[in-house]
């Protein structure tokens, strides 16, 4: 089963910066996207940023222009640098995963989505 491991959250005060990592292992087949969601108290959880395959990216509006989100070259492993961090942004940070995988000799596929732990961002003075 893919596993995704997550890094980088912690406390800041308004304005500041933070980056978080997710990096994938065990992964079967490739992976079509990665994204981060978050879940705020009280609240549902919400996407933030999501990276295709293809480098294709989206932004929650709240963050576009103050995040961006990136992948490494192999693609197993996804940033969120987050400018300008709002005491709005606290939350808890899930990094998701979706792919295919080949499962027999006559190349039917399985489609597979998995979560990290999540990691927690605090911003507050």
């Known amino acids: 089963q893919v596993q995704l491991v997550e890094s980088g959250g912690g406390l800041v005060q308004p304005g500041g910066f933070l980056r978080l990592s997710c990096a994938a292992s065990?992964?079967?087949?490739?992976?079509?996207?990665m994204g981060w969601y978050r879940q705020a108290p009280g609240k549902q959880r919400e996407v933030v940023a999501v990276i295709t395959d293809g480098d294709t990216t989206t932004y929650a509006d709240s963050v576009r222009g103050r995040f961006t989100i990136s992948r490494d070259n192999a693609g197993n492993t996804v940033l969120l640098q987050m400018t300008s961090l709002k005491s709005e942004d606290t939350g808890v940070y899930y990094c998701?995963?979706?792919?295919?995988?080949?499962?027999?000799?006559?190349?039917?596929?399985?489609?597979?989505?998995?979560w990290g732990q999540g990691t927690q961002v605090v911003v507050s003075s």
């Open positions: 998701h995963a979706e792919g295919r995988t080949v499962v027999n000799v006559d190349g039917d596929v399985a489609d597979w989505s998995t």
């Open positions: 065990e992964i079967k087949g490739s992976i079509n996207a």
